[in-house]
């Protein structure tokens, strides 16, 4: 199921469309989606996962991004519309 992304990239907020069928996160998506390549950050967080807890993986994670010009990057809420309770 395909989710929206709401993200800010050098001062220019942004959407992007996202499944987890095609990436593993949502930074991934937003990287691809600006061309930047984030294989050496990778490779890194990896490593930091294998030795670190999770709020370090994260603070590694906000920091690189951050670098790279992104901030605020979240999934957009999902609206639940009712189509029955229209026209009534």
Do not use: C, P, W
């Amino acid at each position: 199921m395909a989710r929206t992304i709401e993200y800010t990239y050098k001062g220019k907020k942004k959407t992007l469309t996202f499944s987890y069928q095609q990436h593993h996160n949502i930074h991934e998506a937003v990287a691809q989606a600006e061309g930047i390549d984030i294989s050496d950050y990778l490779k890194m967080e990896q490593q930091i996962e294998a030795i670190s807890d999770t709020k370090s993986v994260r603070n590694f994670r906000d920091n690189h991004f951050r670098k790279l010009g992104f901030d605020k990057i979240t999934l957009a809420q999902k609206e639940n519309r009712s189509i029955s309770s229209k026209g009534k």
